[in-house]
Each structure stands twice: as structure tokens, then as C-alpha cells.
């Protein structure tokens, strides 16, 4: 059985469905793609997972029914990075990532000592006002923030965003390492196909609210439409 | 399309007929009444343009309306060079003055947005009363000024409180085409796109100072008519008149009645007046409650209910009796409407 | 234009009076500021509650208790009555235009002020403070004690306060609460209860100012309403979200409007508050956000 299944879910804001029916799954220590253009849903698709939107549908997370409110799920092992990344800008650096061990009883020094390893930047920025830190730092700050609460599933939405290639890359080599390390779950939605099929394991192309093809990364490249209209060759 | 605007003009012209029938029916006393009620909704109106359209919250604008009420006294008891004014005509120079009052409080509202201005707007209201204790020579101090009793003028024959509600629906009535015909306009769709957002606004060329600015000039121009119709009925002005608890009043009047909805102001207008003078009615009416018996003469019972009655309407009609109105009657509307 | 001769000596009290003032302007100010940076509402109601636990330390006093026994006790009730009242009144109408939540907040002043006058009657009543009315002599300066006590409780509260937010970790929760719920309730902060936390420590607030001024002017139950406007004064002076602005702010306003009271004659006593309001306007146009508040600069 998968860390986390989705069976028919829908969402809706005011009058316009947004997701019409989707079905996923991500296994333990998998890193799941959702591919998709702007407006597929995918950013739906882990705020119905995380509570931030009611949705209909069910949502199993580790063999239990998920809670449909954000402080639920953020206490039982997921942390979701939302759109924009949603570090207090107003806080520190230090605060944030306090602030990602608040649901759970640990030793904060340490856990951000953990993270200061795995993005040395931060380490200088450490009292630093979050709102002041580059596009690239800030993303690293709040997948940080997420470490700290050692979670057993990480939704990330669209790390590439604003972010020069070089740092997207470093971004996702600290998430194939934290994969690694502590056997974290990650799904990821992303815009840029081609660098997500890289790291994910298995992927799903969403359009307009609906899956339409599902399958490993490999699977995907292969698949003629997708590689004409998402992957650009 | 046409359908709703002629179910509108419909209800409208009812409604002209009750407002101008209504004296025939009810006590001289009651005329009196309803004439005060006349004089908020006069000021609410104003109000309405000014946080309904523009989107600026005034919490002092009690204090256009003694403006307005001091005017009045001013210039029908003292004079200009000892030349008494007859009351009626000093109406729209109370307006007008109050009105550039307005004007002069619009310039600097400009850069005060949301919050700040309702408190600044609230030191208004309360440092307003002092004034005219500061400056008694000219304004009456504590203990006022008194105007002549108003008189129907060309030997009209009805009586006093006939003909001040006449007036007072009559300038209503004026001021409210007015006011429809402002809002209707280039002026209105202004006012709409600058309540909606400021930045579209400003960025499609609507001048935000213009238009704000004169938002607080119209609307204070409203309430200082409203203030001199109330001190003509009242005969006197002092600073208890045109209390600190008026401009919270006016606001709550708002509020209650939905911002844009003619049929809610009227209700707000109506609330207003009800609770400030008739809290003995409704503590009568709660005391068929189990277990309550108030006594509506005790101090601070008129304030409690007030408060509670405060309290639950807005809980139950966040947006007011005008939203009400709009949700049950909405539908209705929006189907003929979508019909043609 | 001056009232009367200058000396030193009395400058030196005008200016403790002010400072008193001040702290009092402060505490109540900081209320407000915690609730609006919180919530985003002005609690009109913020005097009254005050003068509601004012009430209830004076019936506990008339039945016994001392000043400091009957104090903890005033706090935690006027703590349960803030989080209360957020949670019946304010919360089910959080996403409501502001107007309405203006009106709850001045609908519940009018019950509160109306409840203290059917409980307790509205008549002036003395109110036994923990300081002795007695002066000490600060250098050839006679201050009074009471004035000292009540700036040292205030500045007490607010430097405690300050701790709370700056080092624990509830402090940082309702912090993070009050700029960011979205993203506070993705590390697994209840924002709900945060809020209501943060009406109860405004009530707190209020209650200590309260007790504070009590004894100086009498408890009645418009005791609060004058200083509430100050304190909203104080509040806009230092800026709306700024828990600082609201202690300087009341500080600074304190101390100019009892030395402009004394010292101005033109001003006296009946223009003091159009006096502060005037300076307070003229600030805000050169600063809009207050001394201390952050204004999103929208040039367009």
C-alpha cells in the first residue's frame, strides 16, 4: 500500500471545478511529478491534499483518512511548500525555521544545525529578515523549513519558479539527498517537465482538472504527445 | 434589463406615495418622528456615497451635520451684519459650508487609507463638541442657541410638525435623484472603480484625489442639510444635540441598512431613531422573555439593549438589511434580467 | 500665551504626570495594536472591557481581598473574558467587511459600558490603589509614588510581554499567526486559537491600565472612554501594526499633552485631545504610516 493515495478527488472554487476526478499515488521514499501548463490543477492538487481547499474525494495518507484542515495534516507528517513559498517574511531566518519544528518536540538547534549542512548560505543569513533573502535563498529557507519537521511527505509547489537553472539544480540535488537520508516522500509539481522527469521516479500529466497520462519518467519521455507539448522536442 | 429598471421605478413611485400620504395617517407626533427619521436618512444617503461608493470609512460625520445645525443657528439668530436669515434659506448654505468642511477634511484623508481614517475621523466627531465651548461668544457654549419656532411659510395651513416633515421628505426627495443621478453617471462608475481597487483605478486615468476628495465634500454636504433641517425642528443647538454617539449612530445606520440599497438606508435611518428613542418599547418586548424583566428606566439598560441588538443584527446580516433584501429579492430580479 | 510663572520643579512633575499618562496611553495602546495586528479589527470596545475587570478588582476588594491578591485573579478572568469574546463574537464574522466588524466591536462597548452601570450603578466610587499617594523626592523634585508605581507595573508588563513574543516558542506562534496564517497553519499553528490568545492578552492589557488608573481618577463606568481615545491616538501615532510605535507612541503623547495642557494656554484643558489629534494628522501626512508602522507605498 502507497504512503499517500488520492481516489476521485475534486475541488472547487466558488462555481469553477478545478479538479474533476483525480487519482494518484506516491510510495515511500518516492519522488512523484505533476506535470502540467498553468491552470491544470496541479497547484489544486496538493492544496486539497494539505486541507488549504476543501475537496471532495477520499485522501489516504499512510492507511488512515486525511484530516481536511492544513493544521491536521501539517501535525501528521506532511509539510506542504505552497506556490510562492510562503516564508514569513517578516521573521528571520532562525524563526522560520523554528517555526518548521513547531508541531513536533525536538531539539531546534540541532535540527537547524542539519539544515544549515545542507544549505551553507543560510548559515550567514541566520538572523537575517526572510523577506530580505534572494528568490533562490528563500526557496532553500523554506524547503529548510520543511526539514525541520521531518516530515514523511513533502508537497512542493513549483521550486523553479523566479529561480536561476543553476540554483533549480541545487535545489533539487538537496531534495534527492533529503530523499535519501531520511526516506522522505516527495511530491512535486513543476512547470519545467524536463527537469522534473530527471529526478521523479513516476509522473503525472494533468490537464484541466484530469490525469490523462500516468506513468514512470521514462514511460513519459517516450510518449509522443507529451514530449511535443511539454518537453519541447 | 428593462424589466428591472422598471420594477425599480415601480417600487420607487410606491414608495413616493406612502413617504407623501403618510401625515394623513398618523399623529401630529408621530409626523414629527418620522420627519427626524427624513433627516437621517439624509445623511445617510450622504454617507452611502462616501463609504458605500468611494470606499472611505468616516466615523465623524456627526460632526458635518452640527456644522450644518450651527449654520443654521448662526445665521438665523445672529445675522450677517445683524440681518437675520429666514431658516429656510440657510438649508443650503449650511450645506454648502459643511460641504467645504468636507472638502478641507478630503484633502488630507487622501493619504490616511482604511482603519487610520475611521479613527482619525473619529477624533473629529469627539473633539468636535468642544468647539463651541471653547469659542462660546460665537457659538452659544454649553448652553446653545435658540431659533426662532419654525413656521410653515406662506400662511400655509397645517401644522408645525406637518410641515417640517414635508420639507424634510421634499429636500430628501431631491437629494435623492441627485444622488441616483451622480452615481448613474461618470462620477458614480468612478467612485465604483475606486471602492473595487484604487490601483486599477488610478491606472485607467481616474484621478483618485479628485474623486475622493469630492466623495467627502458631497457626503458632507448631505449631513450638513440633515444638521440644519434638525436644528430648524428642534428649535435649539447646543453641543448635546450633535452628540459624539451621533456620528457612531450614522455609521451604525449604515451598516444595518446595506451600503447602496435605498430601502436599507431607510430601514438604517429608521433603526437609528427607533433605538435611540424608543428602548423601552423594545425592553417591553424582551421582557415576554422568560426569565428577563428589565426595566427600561434604569440607566444603562437603553445602552445594553442597544449594544445587543447592535451585536446580533450584524452577526446575523454581516452585510446589512440592503444585502438581505438583495439575496431574497436578488434571484427574482436576476431572472428576469437574464431573461431578456 | 504661557498659564501662570515657569519653574523647573514643577516642569519636572508635569513632565512624571505625562510619563504617567503615557504609561497608561501605552498599555491600552499596545491592546489595540495586538488585536489589530492579529485580526485586523479596531476593538472599540477595549476601554469598556477594561473598565469591566476595573469593576470586578473593586467588588473583590470590597469583599476582602487585597489589592495583590485580587489582581492575578482580575487577570486571568479579564484573560478568559478576551478569549471569549473573540471566540462568540468576532470569529464567526472574521471574513466580514471591516464596517461590520467596527459595529460588533462598538455594539459590544455600548453593552459593556450599559451591564457596569445596571451592575454597579454609575456613580464615582474611590478605588484603593497598591500605591501610597504620599511623595518621595527624586533630587529637590516631590514625585509621587504612585506615579512611579503605576510607569513601573506598565513598562513592567510591556518588557514582559516583549519576551514572551521575542523568546517563547507560543510567542513566536502568535507572531507568525498574526503576519502569515496561511503558512502558519502549514507548520501546524491552530491561527484560530492564536487570535483568540491575542484578545486575551489585550485584555489583560486593558485590565492592568485599569487598575492602574483607577485610583487617580475615580472608577466610574466611563472612566475608560477619554483615555481610549488617547490610546488610539497613541496607537496611530506609532503605527497601527507596530507593537513599539503603540508604547512610544503613547509615551510621546502623554508627555506633549500634558505639557502643552499646562504650558499652552490657548489649549488648557478642553482642546487637549483636538490638540493631539491635530499633531497627529499632521504626522500622518508626512508619515502615513506612524512613527513606527510599515505602509505598503502605492504610487500610482
Keep these: 500500500m502507497s504512503l499517500l493515495e488520492l481516489h476521485n478527488v475534486e475541488a472547487r472554487y466558488g462555481p469553477v471545478k478545478a479538479l474533476h476526478g483525480v487519482s494518484l499515488e506516491v510510495g515511500d521514499g518516492e519522488l512523484v511529478a505533476v506535470l502540467g501548463a498553468n491552470g491544470a490543477g496541479k497547484t489544486t492538487t496538493l492544496r486539497a491534499i494539505s486541507g488549504t481547499v476543501r475537496s471532495s474525494g477520499d485522501v489516504v495518507f499512510a492507511g488512515k483518512k486525511l484530516s481536511r484542515r492544513p493544521e491536521t495534516t501539517a501535525r501528521g507528517g506532511i509539510a506542504h511548500v505552497p506556490e510562492g513559498r510562503g516564508t514569513f517574511s517578516e521573521l528571520s531566518v532562525w524563526e522560520n525555521l ?120 521514462d514511460e513519459l519521455r517516450a510518449n509522443e504527445s507529451v514530449r511535443k507539448s511539454y518537453l519541447g522536442y | 434589463m428593462r424589466a428591472r429598471l422598471l420594477l425599480e421605478l415601480a417600487g420607487f413611485a410606491l414608495l413616493t406615495l406612502v413617504v407623501a ?69 440657510t438649508i443650503p448654505i449650511a450645506g ?40 462660546d461668544h460665537f457659538l452659544g457654549g454649553t448652553t446653545g442657541k435658540i431659533l426662532n419656532l419654525a413656521k410653515p411659510p406662506f400662511g400655509l395651513h397645517t401644522t408645525t410638525n406637518n410641515w417640517i416633515y414635508y420639507l424634510t421628505w421634499g429636500i430628501a426627495l431631491v437629494l435623492l435623484l441627485a444622488a441616483w443621478w451622480l452615481v448613474r453617471g461618470k462620477t458614480g462608475r468612478a467612485l465604483k472603480a475606486i471602492r473595487d481597487s484604487e490601483v486599477a483605478a488610478a491606472s485607467s486615468g481616474i484621478s483618485l484625489a479628485r474623486y475622493k476628495t469630492l466623495a467627502f465634500g458631497i457626503s458632507a454636504f448631505y449631513a450638513g442639510v440633515a444638521g440644519s ?51 423601552d418599547t423594545v425592553a417591553r418586548w424582551l421582557n415576554h422573555l422568560p426569565a428577563l424583566s428589565l426595566d427600561p428606566k434604569q440607566p444603562g439598560i437603553p445602552s445594553m439593549i442597544f449594544g445587543a441588538v447592535l451585536i446580533v443584527v450584524m452577526l446575523l446580516l454581516p452585510t446589512g438589511a440592503g444585502g438581505l433584501v438583495r439575496r431574497v429579492f436578488g434571484p427574482l430580479t436576476s431572472r428576469l434580467y437574464t431573461r431578456s | 500665551m504661557f498659564l501662570g510663572a515657569f519653574t523647573w520643579t514643577e516642569f519636572a512633575q508635569q513632565l512624571a504626570a505625562g510619563i504617567r499618562e503615557g504609561a497608561i496611553y501605552a498599555g491600552l495602546a499596545l491592546a489595540i495594536v495586538i488585536i489589530y495586528r492579529s485580526t485586523r479589527v479596531i476593538n472599540f470596545a477595549q476601554g469598556e472591557m477594561a473598565t469591566f475587570t476595573t469593576f470586578i478588582a473593586w467588588s473583590l476588594m470590597n469583599h476582602g481581598l487585597s489589592f495583590w491578591t485580587a489582581f492575578p485573579i482580575v487577570l486571568a478572568i ?13 470569529r464567526p464574522v472574521e471574513n466580514a467587511p471591516v464596517l461590520t466588524i467596527v459595529i460588533i466591536t462598538l455594539g459590544l462597548a455600548l453593552l ?25 523626592d527624586v533630587g529637590s523634585v516631590p514625585i509621587s509614588v504612585q506615579d512611579i508605581g503605576i510607569v513601573a507595573v506598565s513598562v513592567g508588563l510591556v518588557v514582559l510581554l516583549g519576551l514572551f513574543f521575542r523568546f517563547t516558542k507560543l510567542g513566536l506562534a502568535l507572531r507568525a499567526a498574526a503576519v502569515n496564517p496561511e503558512s502558519s497553519r502549514l507548520v501546524g499553528i491552530r491561527v484560530g486559537w492564536m487570535l483568540a490568545l491575542g484578545w486575551g492578552i489585550a485584555a489583560v492589557l486593558g485590565a492592568v491600565a485599569g487598575m ?23 496607537a496611530v501615532l506609532g503605527g497601527l501594526d507596530s507593537p513599539i510605535g503603540a508604547v512610544v507612541g503613547g509615551i510621546l503623547l502623554g508627555v506633549t499633552i500634558t505639557l502643552l495642557g499646562r504650558y499652552v494656554g490657548f489649549i488648557g484643558s478642553t482642546l487637549k485631545l483636538p490638540a493631539a489629534l491635530l499633531l497627529i494628522l499632521v504626522l500622518l501626512l508626512v508619515r502615513p504610516g506612524g512613527l513606527f508602522g510599515r505602509v505598503a507605498v502605492r504610487r500610482v
Excluded at chain 2, 454648502?96 to 482603519?115: C, D, F, K, M
Design chain 2, 229 to 279: 433641517l434638525y436644528a430648524i425642528a428642534n428649535a435649539y443647538v447646543n453641543p448635546d444635540v450633535f452628540p459624539i454617539i451621533l456620528s457612531v449612530y450614522l455609521v451604525v445606520g449604515l451598516a444595518v441598512g446595506g451600503l447602496d440599497s435605498l430601502v436599507g438606508l431607510i430601514a438604517g435611518a429608521g433603526l437609528i431613531y427607533f433605538l435611540q428613542n424608543h428602548s
Design chain 2, 96 to 135: 454648502v459650508i459643511a460641504g467645504i468642511a468636507g472638502l478641507l477634511v478630503g484633502v488630507p484623508a487622501l493619504r490616511l487609507s482604511g482603519l487610520y481614517l475611521a479613527l482619525i475621523t473619529f477624533g473629529i466627531a469627539v473633539s468636535f463638541p468642544q468647539l463651541p465651548k471653547k469659542f
Design chain 3, 78 to 90: 479579564a484573560f478568559a473574558g478576551g478569549v471569549a469574546i473573540e471566540r462568540v463574537v468576532i
Design chain 3, 212 to 234: 492602574m488608573i483607577a485610583p487617580v481618577v475615580f472608577l466610574d463606568p466611563n472612566m475608560m472612554q477619554t483615555i481610549l481615545l488617547y490610546a488610539f491616538a497613541a
Design chain 1, 98 to 217: 523554528r517555526l518548521g519544528a513547531y508541531a513536533r518536540r525536538a531539539n531546534v538547534k540541532e535540527e537547524a544545525r542539519r539544515v544549515y549542512k545542507f544549505f551553507p548560505r543560510l548559515e550567514g543569513r541566520h538572523d537575517q529578515q526572510a523577506g530580505t533573502l534572494s528568490g533562490g535563498e528563500q526557496q532553500m529557507l523554506a524547503l529548510g523549513r520543511a526539514m525541520m519537521a521531518r516530515p514523511k511527505l513533502l508537497l512542493l509547489d513549483e521550486p523553479s519558479l523566479g529561480l536561476a537553472p543553476i540554483v533549480v539544480i541545487q535545489i533539487f540535488e538537496a531534495l534527492a539527498r533529503m530523499k535519501r537520508d531520511d526516506g522522505m516522500s516527495v511530491l512535486v509539481v513543476e512547470q519545467n517537465a524536463n527537469l522534473a522527469l530527471e529526478y521523479a521516479a513516476r509522473a503525472y500529466l494533468l490537464e484541466v482538472g484530469n490525469v490523462v497520462v500516468e506513468g514512470t519518467s
Design chain 3, 112 to 136: 459593556l459600558n450599559g451591564l457596569m452601570s445596571v451592575i454597579w450603578g454609575g456613580a464615582n466610587r474611590q478605588f484603593n490603589g497598591p500605591f501610597s499617594t504620599r511623595t518621595i
Design chain 2, 21 to 89: 400620504a403618510l401625515p394623513r395617517f398618523v399623529s401630529d407626533f408621530r409626523a414629527r418622528e418620522l420627519a427626524i427619521v427624513g433627516m437621517y436618512f439624509i445623511a445617510l444617503l450622504g454617507l452611502s456615497i462616501l463609504t458605500g461608493y468611494s470606499g472611505q470609512i468616516s466615523l465623524g460625520h456627526g460632526a458635518f451635520m452640527a456644522i450644518g445645525g450651527y449654520t443654521t443657528a448662526v445665521l438665523s439668530v445672529d445675522g450677517v451684519y445683524g440681518h437675520q436669515i429666514r431658516d429656510l434659506w
